[in-house]
């Protein structure tokens, strides 16, 4: 993975880039979580774990053919004190298990592990209310097998970078949805263009945060003979020594966008834009944020939103050698909104061109993003419409349907 779940190639580490290939033919497995998607495509592993702050599950997903997912923020238990994780960005990810190992569904094999029954208990989901009228009017259609299928294309999302494969495997997607009785509805997520750059001001200032205590003397390697050519404290000479390039790229981002000076304009900014791409996926989804006190069943919204997960298939690892900082964060675009927001959001297999024989390099993903706390939906989604396009996203049904009913 790359270091501290920063990147979206698998290529920001110490133990050098994680592949899909060799030499020059080599791709980009997508990231930070890569190595988990590969091993799960190559059949090494059922599942991979990642966090996924602004994509680092759908990505690698998608590049890999394999479905990956990413549950509404907090939603579930959280691991007791000893978890040794450190969270770059702890706003947009968490690491979480489920209360009963044994009655996590596995959605087919590949690279997913979600705790369903958690998701529909309402006991156990701490953070949402209980009395979340949402919640029974949900379980009910889908115990009646009701499901309800109304589905938003974002209109931003179409952008002129969009790579031609990518744009006609969203179509097919949606043609395909519209065949099985989805009513397709375009929509518009206005602050979605901001998205990303709030995204890039935010995480850095949390990891700034998140990693100081990486001084070398509480946590963090302590080398032997740390190097003499960099002057300054033990300290300095710990963290220069110990952090790659990203990391300390994203370290003196994030110190700058949260110093006196910065702050008003970088950190304060962004965080008003997260609050208005929050809002603009509660203006469209049919149901209301759980949180939102007096929010109620918008019936005109739409119930999910489909949209690819990344602008294009994978990049060669050549050609990521030569591309900057920024020209990599691009690829985070799709991901990054629902990320902003917390919302659950899984990349599935997308369909396959029929003049492009399938290879690694043609992989594409879609994502299905709900609203707060609808996991459950995006995942039946998923596995009743949406696996049977590509050969290796084969669902073993049975575990789940036994949830279902
Ligand atoms: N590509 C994103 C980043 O570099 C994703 C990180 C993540 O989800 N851990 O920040």
Redesign the pocket.
Known sequence: M?E?????HSINSAYGPVTNGRGFKALSVG???GGSALAVAAKLAHIGI????????R?PAAYMSVLGFKPSYDILRKPDENDPTCL??SS??RVQEAKNRRRVAVLGSKYVVVATDEIQDSDASQNLPSDWPWRKLRSQLVAQRKFTRRVGVPLEYNIAEMHPLVRWAWTATLSYLETIGCEIVPISLPSTRHALSS??VL??AEASSNLAKYDGVRYGAVRESPSDDVGGTLYSKHRSDNFGP?VKR?ILLGTYSLSAGAMDNYFIQAQKIRRMVQQDFDDVFRMPNPFKQDAEVNMNGVDFIIAPTAPSPPPRLRYLQRSTPVE??M??VF??PA?LAGLPSMSVPAPRHPDHAWRPEVAVGMQIIGQYGDDYSVMYLAQNYMTNFHPTAGMKRVQTHKILT
């Open positions: 790359d501290f779940g920063m990147g979206s990231g930070s979580s990642g966090t996924d702050t602004g994509g680092s599950i990505l770059t960005s947009f990810a995204y890039y995480a850095p990203e994203r990599n964060y690829n985070d991901t990054v990320s």
